[in-house]
């Protein structure tokens, strides 16, 4: 994939130049270290933000100002520098490179190298089918995978991660914090954040469906529980976004939908005009999205190290 988040703000473009909220402060030597296209990028964003790894000011990440990526980059690297085993890895990862003149970006790409490695998860039953094994799958799943085909599913989730990489505002309630849009600051607009274009208000990604049925809660934000009520969503979005029913989360989430169905349904993706998507489907649906699941992604605590070279305590699954 060469576009990552829901809001595609870190991409690579055709000329395999990368854009990130980072601008020019990742610079063309740093994006030279990125081996693994965006996925090597995702590191660099998470440890900027204060409520996701960043904290409050008070220590020297947190001192550093919001937009100054470059000095926050700088301080991890400090950090872990001061540790004799990653500085060793860090050498034995990139051999004829001093640490001293390693970025943050080597550390990101190594983060990309592990998501490489150990999630990569292609053999499917739809996989294997594909590569002709003719009973990888059951009756079932196979009338599924015709009517997906079938339906308006496959316009926009199709390719080897059954995602267009485009926009679509598929009518899903806004629930829980928000970005900081809107009024009231709980609101999250999306795709328009990164390109400032109202077209492109509550438009998101296509989600990947690779193992959809390990990844809930589903939408943007979450506000879907379950992937049956997901997929049962794409048929009536307008009914079921007028009747969205907030119990079904979490109990502190629960009062923090907006009142932005109008505003939501006024730029609703047309694909969705008049789709109705009966039970019968929607089970048919479910079979399919069964054959996307890739077994060993179902077993990832071998991918939880016995311990690390800070000496931080490891959760374990």
């Not at 998470?46 to 409050?56: K, L, Y």
């Not at 296509?206 to 589903?218: H, M, W």
């Not at 690390?308 to 490891?314: F, R, T």
Request: glycine letters at 8%; charged letters at 20%.
């Amino acid at each position: 994939m060469r576009h990552l988040f829901w809001d595609h703000r870190v991409q690579l473009d055709a000329a395999n130049q990368f854009h990130t909220p980072a601008g020019a402060q990742l610079t063309p030597a740093m994006q030279r270290v990125l081996e693994f296209g965006p996925v090597s990028a995702l590191g660099l964003f998470p440890v900027t933000n204060r409520a996701e790894m960043r904290g409050a000011p008070g220590t020297d990440l947190g001192d550093v100002a919001d937009d100054d990526f470059t000095g926050i980059w700088a301080a991890l690297m400090r950090r872990l520098g001061e540790i004799p085993e990653y500085r060793a890895l860090f050498l034995a990862a990139y051999p004829g490179t001093r640490f001293e003149d390693m970025t943050f970006a080597h550390a990101s790409n190594a983060i990309g190298a592990f998501i490489t490695d150990q999630f990569t998860f292609d053999h499917s039953p739809w996989d294997n089918f594909l590569a002709g094994d003719d009973e990888a799958l059951t009756a079932r799943q196979l009338a599924g995978a015709q009517t997906f085909l079938t339906l308006k599913c496959s316009i926009c989730h199709n390719g080897s991660t059954f995602s267009d990489e485009q926009f679509h505002n598929v009518a899903v309630p806004q629930v829980g914090p928000g970005v900081g849009n809107g009024p009231t600051l709980l609101d999250d607009f999306g795709r328009m954040n990164v390109t400032n274009s109202a077209d492109d208000q509550y438009r998101f990604r296509t989600s990947p469906l690779r193992n959809i049925e390990l990844t809930a809660p589903y939408g943007h934000d979450g506000a879907i529980v379950s992937l049956r009520d997901f997929v049962a969503h794409y048929g009536q979005s307008d009914l079921k976004l007028s009747g969205y029913n907030p119990a079904q989360l979490e109990l502190d989430l629960r009062g923090t939908m907006l009142p932005s169905t109008a505003a939501i349904l006024a730029t609703r993706d047309p694909l969705l005009a008049g789709v109705v998507i009966p039970d019968d489907l929607v089970d048919q649906l479910m079979d399919y999205m069964s054959a996307l699941t890739d077994k060993s992604a179902r077993e990832l605590a071998k991918s939880v190290p016995a311990r690390v070279p800070s000496k931080l305590p490891i959760d374990r699954p």
